[in-house]
């Protein structure tokens, strides 16, 4: 059956067309995997005291080759300056921990700052200038991860991260990526500081981006 297409003032097509999808060509389309890019939440985990990581193993790899961790208002139970938001990966269930990730990200702060961080070995890749540890304090951001499932890739990962955090920083903003230089299958991702705060406040979800598939 012809197909409509999504939205006005569209290029032209070299495949003819109905017009504007219905609901019903939407629904049909869903139901044969054609029709995708949007998020579906796999799992949502919720912190109101003091936890060391949280860890989400059951990242659905063969059906997602692209996820996102969106992180909200954020607490630490620390901020003296070298606590920071940190996430490890989980190789075939073992977490690497060693000082093998490469990272690198530019800031900005509302006090006129602005630079870079960068490494090309730590166990735990910087994601955010400085965690907050009171009140309106907040780390908030999204993390994507590419390639998590192929055991023949790397993993990488791309973040955008907004703050507010004591110590002179104020407002600031972050943003870079990281890459696990080793080809292997990773099926689980962890959220922690980079040093040794706990996580006292967050609400974290994890979602897989839909395939687009072309028949």
Not at 113 to 132: D, F, K, M, N, Y
Not at 150 to 171: L, P, R
Not at 185 to 197: K, M, Q, Y
Request: net charge negative.
């Amino acid at each position: 059956m012809p197909y409509g297409y999504l939205g006005q003032n569209q290029p032209n097509q070299t495949v003819s067309n109905s017009g504007v999808f219905s609901i019903t060509d939407v629904s049909e389309l869903q139901s044969q995997g054609k029709l995708g890019g949007s998020l579906e939440l796999i799992e949502e985990q919720t912190v109101s005291s003091a936890v060391a990581s949280v860890d989400f193993t059951s990242i659905q790899g063969s059906k997602y080759d692209v996820h996102k961790i969106q992180i909200d208002d954020m607490l630490f139970s620390d901020a003296s300056g070298n606590e920071y938001l940190s996430c490890q990966l989980y190789e075939s269930g073992t977490l690497e921990t060693a000082s093998v990730y490469q990272y690198a990200q530019q800031y900005g702060t509302s006090s006129g700052s602005s630079g870079e961080q960068r490494s090309t070995g730590t166990a735990t890749p910087v994601i955010s200038i400085q965690a907050g540890n009171t009140t309106n304090f907040l780390t908030n951001g999204y993390i994507y991860f590419y390639n998590l499932n192929n055991s023949s890739k790397y993993s990488f990962s791309t973040f955008h991260i907004t703050q507010m955090a004591s110590g002179g920083f104020g407002a600031s903003y972050g943003f870079g990526g990281f890459v696990l230089p080793q080809a292997s299958l990773v099926d689980g991702i962890r959220i922690r500081s980079g040093n040794t705060a706990n996580i006292t406040q967050a609400n974290i979800k994890l979602f897989g981006v839909k395939q687009i598939w072309v028949t």
